[in-house]
């Protein structure tokens, strides 16, 4: 039985056509993945799937009956709910408050509306605490109420947009349970991953597209994350590199003691110390909201710390605003590039000016060089593969993984002693993500010294040459990447260990054991033949 079909789908923006007859069957009961490189228009197919976009050509049939969508209020009617990579949840609302809101006439505020949680909760083990208030709520829990709020509104055909890419593996686990049990009682999920190993593990389907078009199916027991990458790319892969420590005893960055407290007198950041050497990736472990925001505005000086000092080389930089920090050499790839990386509604060149506004080849003495900036905005669009029709274009009108690439070109082209980099290659194909570490192990090797941010645990730990984990403002446990596993990580993570992690095997889950040893090839790429994903089919 399909639960959606679309059929000759063609969306046309200015100088690009983001979908060309795009064809996708969703049949019930499953979860089929959407995967395609950065720009492929996975996210343009479900935005018009979901009514936000009206396709130029095509028709979308749902339960085999032909609909036409002028807004997601239209899909949601016909089952189509859509769970949002930004979770859109009010903080200061509770669960219940923020599942009813919008939709009071479906079953009311009070007690009908709290059975109601209660049952789809309980229903596909979605753990949804009604009472809470959403601000208590880790990253996991908070997704799990987007996904229940979908289904209380009537989805059945959810579309989840990179669900995993803020999970720690556990979740991840936790995750595709749930979907399960959606399957289970016949719901589809359109899942958009750039994960290819689990993609592989979870979906039932695999559409590939490419170039704006759909070029083939995969089927998930048959594939490896290797091929499934090469129907995405339509070539071959290059095999990662093998890298080499290059870490030497040249400090940049020595943070000393630092404290930094909320308003509240809640230590955000407690006791802080760590020094990283010229090239030197220092890879901080945590899950989200336990001081790595802070730590990361700390160092750019986007907020000062209340007590302790920050050294950048021989210079005490603890008050210094960001603009000089950034002129000296302190590159920042944000967490979030729509609030701190990007001006979305101006053109990509004035977006390579952006925070580098006094600095080559921006300027020239006090003027700014729009030549030579537009000019090199061409150049980082073409080394770093920045998929778009020009430089004139708006920073919104880039696909999220394009965005991405034009910022990391952007901070690396300013050749930066110390990158801070939060999540460098979130939403990014593995290509390009492979492209990326590439750029910045070869920076590394001409000393450059990184804090690495990054919920990709296998990222975290292939492309680190030591490793910390944040736990509650504080840095708790140590670990080495060379031994340590993902899952073991990831425990610690969940505040459960303190000190020197030593690697261990975790018997429930063999396949994610076997880590990524520091000299096969890392990052353990889901391209890469020696990855986990490979060894466990
Ligand atoms: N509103 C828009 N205006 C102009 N061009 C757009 C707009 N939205 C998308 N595009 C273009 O359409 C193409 C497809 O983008 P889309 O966001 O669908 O890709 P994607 O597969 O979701 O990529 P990613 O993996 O990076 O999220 C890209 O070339 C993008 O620049």
């Known amino acids: 039985m399909t639960a959606v079909e679309l059929a000759g789908i063609t969306k046309r923006f200015p100088g690009v056509v983001a979908n060309h007859d795009i064809h996708l069957t969703v049949r019930k009961g499953t979860v089929h993945a959407l995967v395609g490189e950065n720009g492929a228009g996975k996210s343009t197919l479900m935005k018009i799937l979901y009514g936000m976009q009206k396709p130029d050509e095509g028709t979308i049939a749902v339960d085999g009956e032909k609909v036409a969508f002028s807004s997601p209020a239209d899909a949601i009617v016909r089952g189509i709910g859509m769970v949002h990579q930004h979770f859109m949840l009010a903080d200061n609302l509770t669960v219940l408050e923020n599942v009813v809101l919008g939709s009071e006439k479906l079953y009311g505020i009070g007690a009908k509306a709290r059975r109601k949680i209660k049952e789809l909760s309980d229903r596909y083990g979605l753990g949804v605490r009604p009472d809470v208030l959403v601000e208590e709520l880790g990253v996991a829990a908070r997704q799990r109420v987007e996904i229940l709020k979908v289904l209380y509104r009537g989805a059945r055909t959810l579309i989840l947009d990179e669900p995993t890419a803020v999970l720690v593996p556990q979740e991840v686990d936790a995750l595709f349970d749930n979907l399960r049990e959606l399957k289970a009682e016949g719901l589809s999920v359109i899942f958009i991953s750039h994960k290819l190993g689990e993609v592989l593990s979870v979906a039932d389907e695999i559409t590939v597209i490419r170039r704006g078009t759909t070029v083939g199916t995969a089927v998930p027991a048959e594939t490896t994350p290797r091929q499934l990458a090469e129907l995405m790319v339509g070539s071959e892969l290059p095999t990662p590199e093998t890298a080499e420590s290059t870490v030497t005893d040249r400090a940049v960055l020595t943070v000393d003691t630092l404290r930094l407290a909320a308003p509240s007198g809640k230590a955000l950041l407690d006791d802080i110390s760590f020094t990283i050497h010229a090239g030197e990736i220092l890879g901080i472990a945590g899950v989200e909201g336990n001081g790595q925001t802070e730590l ?37 790839i944000p967490e979030d590039r729509h609030r701190h990386g990007l001006l979305l509604e101006a053109p990509l060149w004035e977006n390579r000016i952006l925070g580098h506004v ?68 979130r939403g990014v194909d593995v290509g390009a993500q492979a492209a990326i570490w590439d750029h910045i192990r070869e920076a590394r090797r001409e000393g450059l010294a990184v804090l690495l941010i990054s919920a990709d645990l296998d990222e975290l ?69 020696e990855s986990p994903e490979d060894e466990a089919r």
């Open 296 to 332: 990361v505005d700390a160092l750019i000086g986007l907020r000062h710390a209340d007590s302790g000092t920050i050294r950048f080389l021989d210079q005490d930089i603890t008050a210094l605003p960001t603009r000089k920090r950034r002129e000296q050499g302190v590159g920042y």
């Open 358 to 425: 006094t600095e080559k080849p921006n300027s020239k003495g006090v003027w700014l060089d729009l030549k030579n900036a537009q000019q090199d905005t061409r150049r980082i669009v073409e080394t770093y593969d920045v998929r778009t029709p020009g430089i004139d274009v708006t920073a919104a009108s880039l696909s999220g993984g394009n965005q991405q690439k034009l910022i990391v070109g952007r901070e690396m082209s300013h050749k930066p002693r110390f990158l801070i980099a939060a999540h460098p290659t």
């Open 461 to 529: 730990i292939g492309l680190s040459d030591t490793l910390r984990v944040i736990y509650d403002g504080k840095l708790v446990a140590d670990a080495d990447p060379a031994t340590i596993t993902p899952e073991a990580l990831g425990s610690a993570m969940t505040g459960a260990a303190s000190g020197h992690l030593e690697d261990e095997e975790n018997p429930e889950t063999p396949d994610g054991a076997t880590g990524s040893p520091k000299s096969a090839a890392p990052p353990a790429s889901p391209a890469s033949p």
